[in-house]
T-cell receptor
Framework: DGGITQSPKYLFRKEGQNVTLSCEQNLNHDAMYWYRQDPGQGLRLIYY???????QKGDIAEGYSVSREKKESFPLTVTSAQKNPTAFYLCASSTGQGGIQYFGAGTRLSVL | GESVGLHLPTLSVQEGDNSIINCAYS??????FIWYKQESGKGPQFIID?????DKRQGQRVTVLLNKTVKHLSLQIAATQPGDSAVYFC???????????FGKGTTLSVSS
């Protein structure tokens, strides 16, 4: 099955803790993206990567970090500097910039 | 600035009716638009897209209309079914052509 896999489905973070959300794709897509979705809201872009070993900040990058060491993987770390991390996090990929983005099933992050 | 919005946060229809979901955008230079469907607890699913050189595009039971004069986009769903119940988002490509900008979404409820 080709697609985008996000894990875990649910994640809990303690105060002061960094947590990492996984995103893997086997679609051979060059570009990958991370979005945050709050209840009743649209998606806001956190980070995106158009190619391996390169990534750019989106609209709400503060308190987050990413890496792109492999084409298939684009993990997102929610750091302790992100004071309001509770949200639904969505990963997406596309063949190139500006194209249709395909989404994973999301990770719901809550704070203990 | 870049922003995408929807006219109504909710829309309720009867099964078998046609549904029309509207979206207004602010960037007159936008040249690519996408409609997504998001079911509860899942990632957005691509429905249909349209480029600015077109006024209309049809898919299976769905039609997207683009009015560049008033910067308005609509999604028409024919013979709406209970399985169409979801949140619908319009999205446009940002000015750099690198990422999508999402509206806040319209929740479609279909009663049988």
């Amino acid at each position: 099955d080709g697609g985008i896999t996000q894990s875990p489905k649910y994640l809990f973070r303690k105060e002061g803790q960094n947590v990492t959300l996984s995103c893997e794709q086997n679609l051979n897509h060059d570009a990958m993206y991370w979005y945050r979705q709050d209840p009743g809201q649209g998606l806001r872009l956190i980070y995106y990567s158009q190619i391996v070993n390169d990534f750019q900040k989106g609209d709400i990058a503060e308190g987050y970090s990413v890496s792109r060491e492999k084409k298939e993987s684009f993990p997102l770390t929610v750091t302790s500097a992100q004071k309001n991390p509770t949200a639904f996090y969505l990963c997406a990929s596309s063949t190139g910039q500006g194209g249709i983005q395909y989404f994973g099933a999301g990770t719901r992050l809550s704070v203990l | 600035g870049e922003s995408v919005g929807l006219h109504l946060p909710t829309l309720s229809v009867q099964e078998g009716d046609n549904s029309i979901i509207n979206c207004a955008y602010s960037n007159s230079a936008s040249d690519y638009f996408i409609w997504y469907k998001q079911e509860s607890g899942k990632g957005p699913q691509f429905i249909i897209d349209i480029r600015s050189n077109m006024d209309k595009r049809q898919g299976q039971r769905v039609t997207v209309l683009l009015n560049k004069t008033v910067k308005h986009l609509s999604l028409q769903i024919a013979a709406t079914q209970p399985g169409d119940s979801a949140v619908y988002f319009c999205a446009e490509i940002n000015q750099a052509g690198t990422a999508l900008i999402f509206g806040k979404g319209t929740t479609l409820s279909v009663s049988s």
